[in-house]
C-alpha cells in the first residue's frame, strides 16, 4: 500500500548521484513506492542530456523519489514529469512567495534563470513503466553561481538562508499533493497545473530549431512529452533536443 512521498527517506552525506543511487538500490533490495534518497552532496551530479549537474555541497537540495507501482504506460511518461515540475513550481510559489514558470518540460525558472531540475530515469517492463527515478536538484541557499549558467537559488531571490530540512519537509507536501492526481492518472487535473505555470503557453516566446530563430507559442504538450508549436501558423512538434527557449528576464 502506498504511504506517502517521502514516507521513507535514506539520507546520504555523499553519494556519487543520488539517481544511480536510487538504481542500484531498486536492483538489489525491494524498494516501496516514494522512497526518498536525499545527499547533502553528489560527487558525479547528473543533469539532463548526459549534462552535469555540479552544486555546492549542503547548500541545497539534491534528492531522487523512486515510484514503483504507478501503471503507467511509456508513452504517458510526461505525466511523471508534470508532477514533478507542478510539485516544485506551486511549493515555490506559495511557500515563498517566488514567481517562477516551468520551461518545457521540468526545468524551474526565476526570471529566466534556473532554480530546479530534474531528471527521470524509468525502466520499462514491456510498454508500461515498471519503475521510475526522479531526481531533483533545487538551489536554496548556494549564493554564487559560475558566470553564463544562468542559475539563481531561493538565497539570490529572497536574500534570507533557508533551514534546508525545513524546506523539504515542506516540499514532500507539495509532492504529495500533486501525487494525488498522479496515482489516478488524473491527466486533466495535471496538465491543467502545468499549463498555468508554462513558459511560452499561449504566448510568444523566442525559440530556435534546426532551421533558426523565430518567435512562437505553445500549443499543447502531447502525452509522450513532445511540445506543440505554432511556428508561423503552422503546428510543429518537437521532443527534447530540438528546441531551444531564448530566455529573457521579466
Ligand atoms: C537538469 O539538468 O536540469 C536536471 C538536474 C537534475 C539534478 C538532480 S540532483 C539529484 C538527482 N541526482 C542526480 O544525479 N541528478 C538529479
Not at 46 to 63: A, C, D, H, I, R
Not at 81 to 89: E, F
Not at 157 to 162: D, H, I, P, T, V
Not at 177 to 201: N, V
Request: aromatic share 12%; glycine share 8%.
Amino acid at each position: 500500500m502506498f504511504s506517502s512521498v517521502g514516507h521513507s527517506i535514506i539520507s546520504l552525506s555523499e553519494v556519487d548521484s543520488t539517481n544511480n543511487y536510487a538504481a542500484i538500490l531498486l536492483n538489489e533490495t525491494k524498494v516501496t513506492n516514494g522512497t526518498i534518497i536525499l545527499a547533502k552532496n553528489q560527487t558525479k551530479g547528473k543533469g539532463q542530456l548526459g549534462s552535469v549537474w555540479v552544486v555546492e555541497p549542503s547548500k541545497n537540495l539534491t534528492f531522487s523519489v523512486i515510484l514503483t507501482d504507478l501503471k503507467i504506460q511509456a508513452n504517458r511518461q510526461f505525466l511523471i514529469s508534470a508532477w514533478a515540475a507542478c510539485s516544485l513550481s506551486y511549493f515555490l510559489e506559495e511557500y515563498f512567495a517566488i514567481k517562477n514558470h516551468i520551461k518545457w518540460p521540468n526545468d524551474i525558472i526565476v526570471n529566466g534563470k534556473k532554480i530546479a531540475g530534474v531528471l527521470i530515469e524509468n525502466s520499462l517492463k514491456g510498454q508500461e513503466i515498471q519503475h521510475s527515478i526522479i531526481g531533483v536538484g533545487f538551489n536554496i541557499n548556494q549564493a554564487n553561481f559560475p558566470k553564463g549558467i544562468g542559475a539563481t537559488s531561493v538565497f539570490n531571490e529572497l536574500g534570507k538562508e533557508q533551514n534546508l530540512d525545513a524546506v523539504f519537509e515542506q516540499l514532500l507536501s507539495y509532492f504529495n499533493r500533486f501525487y494525488l492526481y498522479l496515482a489516478k492518472q488524473d491527466d486533466k487535473s495535471l496538465f491543467d497545473a502545468y499549463y498555468s505555470k508554462l513558459y511560452g503557453y499561449n504566448t510568444k516566446i523566442a525559440l530556435k530549431d534546426n532551421d533558426g530563430y523565430y518567435e512562437g507559442t505553445i500549443k499543447q504538450i502531447l502525452s509522450d512529452g513532445r511540445l506543440v508549436v505554432d511556428k508561423n501558423g503552422a503546428e510543429k512538434t518537437y521532443s527534447l533536443k530540438e528546441l531551444e527557449f531564448l530566455m529573457k528576464s521579466e
